[in-house]
Every structure is written in C-alpha cells, then in structure tokens.
C-alpha cells in the first residue's frame, strides 16, 4: 500500500485549504485512512480519520468543526478539508493507512501504512 499527500501550503489564519491523499490498494489491505501531523519539537499527533466499513469519521477535539474528513468519488482518494485554519495547525500533515480497531483509530499504533508529510503553514 502506497499513500501520497498533498495540498499543503502557506495561508492566512481563518483560509481554507484541502488536503489529498491518493493511495493504493484496498480495504482488502486496510479499513480506515487517518491524518496525522506534527509541528516541529511536538509529538506526531491524530487529526481525523475515515473508517470504510460504515463510514464512521473520527476527529481530534482540536479540530472538530473546522476540518473534515471525507472519501473522494474515485475511491482512490480521501481528502481532509480545513476551514477556519489557525496558526497553531501548522504542521507536516501526514496520511496514514491500517486496520485500527476503534480504540485504536485515533492512535499511531493502529496504523501500519505511511505516505510523506505535506506542510502546512498558516500564518499572516
């Protein structure tokens, strides 16, 4: 399983901006895609993810509201879409690909695939 990352940028706070994830395989390989990221000297930490069996989205309380987390009509690609963008989500983003149970989801561990990091920058 490959995943690749793209879409990030510099921005304003408050922009809009929406992230890519274009990956291989299937759900014979995976059941859920995540978005982590990492701001530099912090811990890589959970942003949002999309479990295929159900459809169930799972976001980080630092972002619920704001950003969302959706399944692109290609099947290929799950985009993460962040509204109302501050200065404190700058970070590499990165997409991830596993089978994490649902105790898992939110954590590092439940996931077995990587892509690379695309940056974001929100700053004035």
């Given at each position: 399983?490959?995943?690749?990352?793209?879409?990030?940028?510099?921005?304003?706070?408050?922009?809009?901006?929406?992230?890519?994830?274009?990956?291989?395989?299937?759900?014979?390989?995976?059941?859920?895609?995540?978005?982590?990221?990492?701001?530099?000297?912090?811990?890589?930490?959970?942003?949002?993810?999309?479990?295929?069996?159900?459809?169930?989205t799972?976001?980080?309380?630092?972002?619920?509201?704001?950003?969302?987390?959706?399944?692109?009509?290609?099947?290929?690609?799950?985009?993460?879409?962040?509204?109302s963008?501050?200065?404190?989500d700058?970070?590499?983003?990165?997409?991830?690909?596993?089978?994490?149970?649902?105790?898992?989801?939110?954590?590092?561990?439940?996931?077995?695939?990587?892509?690379?990091?695309?940056?974001?920058?929100?700053?004035?």
């Amino acid at each position: 399983v490959q995943l690749q990352a793209s879409g990030g940028g510099l921005v304003q706070p408050g922009s809009s901006l929406t992230l890519s994830c274009v990956h291989s395989g299937s759900t014979y390989d995976f059941n859920a895609i995540g978005w982590f990221r990492q701001a530099p000297g912090k811990e890589r930490e959970f942003v949002a993810a999309f479990r295929y069996n159900g459809g169930r989205t799972f976001y980080a309380d630092s972002v619920k509201g704001r950003f969302t987390i959706s399944r692109g009509v290609d099947k290929n690609t799950v985009y993460l879409q962040m509204n109302s963008l501050k200065p404190e989500d700058t970070a590499v983003y990165y997409c991830a690909a596993g089978f994490p149970i649902i105790s898992s989801i939110r954590t590092r561990d439940g996931y077995r695939y990587w892509g690379q990091g695309t940056q974001v920058t929100v700053s004035s």
